[in-house]
């Protein structure tokens, strides 16, 4: 039996919630902020609210290597989640971003559950997920805070 893995990455960014959220939750606009694995970002499907509400379906990455996501929770400024559709060998990855007010910034907390596909390869999936999700939080932070 595959066991859940879980993670959990938090940050802190000088610009207020709703900077942060409106970055965080333009699919579309990821490859402007978040790094060198995202060079492509587009909205496969909108959602409810358009672009970026419950149902829409993300795609990140390089071309055909890469992941579509599709949001699950969507509360405007202070919560996001999305569950992984394809482009990682794991199932039922769900993903919660919640972002808290902190002082005159914000407190990103970005965690995530998920099975992975093939046995034993739990803790590499993990190690991965910190360094990619640790990657966005930073940047996240950074180019809420600069825009």
């Given at each position: ?9 938090e ?28 060079v492509?970002?587009w ?18 990455g ?17 919560h ?31 965690s ?25 939080v ?7 805070a600069?825009?």
């Open positions: 039996m595959v066991s859940r893995s879980s993670y959990r990455v940050g802190r960014s000088d610009a207020a919630p709703e900077k942060v959220f409106e970055m965080l939750a333009d699919g579309a606009g990821w490859s402007r902020w978040a790094g060198p694995t995202i492509r970002s909205w496969e499907r909108e959602g409810t609210p358009a672009p970026g509400g419950v149902g829409a379906i993300r795609a990140l390089l071309g055909r290597v890469g992941s579509r996501e599709e949001i699950v929770a969507y509360a405007p400024p202070t996001m989640a999305y569950t992984i559709l394809s482009g990682l060998p794991v199932r039922d990855y769900r993903a919660d971003v919640r972002l808290t007010p902190d002082g005159t910034g914000t407190r990103i907390e970005w995530g559950t998920y099975t992975p596909k093939v046995p034993g390869t739990g803790g590499a999936l993990r190690l991965f997920l910190l360094a990619t999700i640790g990657s966005f930073r940047r996240l932070a950074r180019h809420a600069d825009d």
